[in-house]
């Protein structure tokens, strides 16, 4: 029988026990009872610490495809530097995979802009590394032979960038006969092949047009155009960028009604898309622009429509989108200016000044343009002090901007000199035909909008 203390000992000693198996209990249903957010967050990252190499490599590539497919060009480089890393773990310095990593890396250099010598140095090692890799069980792999063409392509188009034309023209031919043999063999399929060849043709356009060789690029762009058309479809969003080099190589060789006929072509296709703001108003944009340098009066209603329906789809928008409506809105007054529409011009020039401030800042190349413009406009009235007043102001700018010894600052100097010894005259209610020619002489430049204080013109 137990005295009344030691039972009191007792006592503590379970309830003790007892509160301690209590807590420790609490431990464990707090451990197992994380947020369902917070242990999906724990799988995830213990997946991928002990994830096999080659499903990391699964991974990365589906995610260099999506952001390239998204045009999120940087984030698809870094992806793909990794899968380059991860193809070396997983297949060893030889393998032909690791030259099919280093051909997808250029291809992702490609689409930066600046980026070609790393895009070419990528395509060399892969090159390298092909060479080494085709021998057996590999020189039956049909695998290592579409890969080669990708190589060949690719390296064609890294050399076209650093305007390397003959070495280009090397390689892609390369690339050509490769595929062709691939054809022939039975190794890919004919839509296969085509879709190659349409890629293959408009890398050999570019070769010529990037040597002012339009007649020859033009062939090459139609064939272009004739196998994507086959292979992803006459209204497919791949012909679009075809056809508007096509229309280019057309309008340099002064075929104006063919080179506008592919654009609208190419802006049905755009509209089809659910295009933004901005590509539907640059599409319109190309259109009207290709109107304008036909100089041909039939040709007027097709510039008048695409220029309204650009600035329409801007008219209210903000930031690097208002940049560019008011960039467009420049080409309409060319434009206006050319069809004898002077003082439209004028008013348009001299309402969009504030905006341009506000955009692209005091001192920037728009601004001093549309001071020159203004006082070219004045002075083509008569009006010699205003002429005075804008073209000081664009001097000012323009002395800023290119330095006193550059020609545009030197062309406004002259003008003002001009000026200051010339008799004032009485000002014309019209302008004359020698002011559109003013007008029109100064091309438009073009800066990176800017934080600035707003300012009317005078």
């Excluded at 003790?16 to 999906?40: G, M, W, Y």
Aim: aromatic share 6%.
């Amino acid at each position: 029988m137990l005295h009344r203390g030691e039972g009191n000992v007792y006592k503590r000693m379970q309830e003790s026990q007892e509160t301690h198996i209590s807590n420790h209990l609490d431990e464990i249903v707090a451990a197992v009872s994380i947020t369902p957010r917070k242990k999906l967050q724990n799988q995830l990252l213990q997946r991928a610490l002990f994830q096999p190499p080659r499903e990391k490599l699964r991974l990365s590539e589906e995610k260099a495809k999506s952001y390239a497919s998204s045009h999120e060009y940087k984030k698809a480089l870094h992806e793909l530097v990794h899968c380059m890393a991860l193809t070396r773990i997983c297949y060893g310095d030889a393998h032909w995979k690791l030259a099919e990593a280093h051909v997808n890396l250029a291809k992702g250099y490609l689409q930066l802009k600046g980026m070609s010598l790393q895009a070419k140095q990528h395509a060399e090692k892969a090159k390298e590394i092909l060479t080494s890799s085709i021998v057996p069980p590999y020189n039956d792999n049909t695998d290592v032979f579409k890969c080669s063409v990708e190589l060949f392509h690719t390296l064609g188009q890294a050399l076209l960038s650093l305007q390397k034309f003959k070495e280009a023209s090397k390689n892609l031919t390369k690339a050509e006969i490769l595929s062709k043999e691939m054809l022939q063999c039975g190794k890919i399929i004919k839509e296969e092949w085509m879709e190659i060849q349409a890629r293959i043709k408009l890398s050999f356009a570019q070769v010529y047009q990037g040597q002012k060789k339009s007649k020859e690029a033009l062939p090459h762009y139609q064939e272009a155009l004739e196998y994507t058309e086959i292979s992803r479809g006459e209204k497919s969003l791949e012909c679009v960028p075809i056809l508007r080099e096509l229309a280019a190589a057309e309008q340099a060789l002064g075929f104006h009604d063919a080179s506008i006929n592919n654009l609208l072509q190419a802006h049905l296709i755009v509209l089809r898309g659910s295009p933004s703001r901005e590509e539907a108003a640059t599409s319109a944009h190309s259109i009207a622009c290709a109107a304008v340098a036909s100089g041909r009066p039939e040709h007027h209603d097709v510039a008048e429509q695409y220029f309204q329906d650009s600035m329409a789809n801007l008219k209210d928008a903000e930031g690097m989108e208002k940049a560019k409506f008011l960039s467009i809105q420049d080409d309409y007054c060319h434009f206006l200016q050319v069809t004898g529409q002077d003082e439209r011009a004028t008013s348009i020039l001299r309402e969009s000044l504030e905006a341009k401030v506000a955009v692209f800042g005091d001192f920037s190349p728009e601004v001093a343009e549309t001071y020159r413009l203004l006082g070219v406009a004045d002075l083509a009235q008569g009006n010699q002090t205003g002429a005075q007043k804008k073209l000081k102001k664009c001097l000012q700018i323009q002395t800023l901007l290119y330095g006193p010894q550059d020609k545009r600052t030197l062309a406004t100097q002259q003008t003002m000199d001009i000026l200051s010894k010339a008799p004032e005259v009485p000002a014309r209610p019209r302008p004359s035909p020698g002011a559109k020619a003013a007008f029109c002489a100064g091309g438009r430049p073009h800066s990176v909008p800017g934080r600035a204080r707003p300012s009317a013109a005078d």
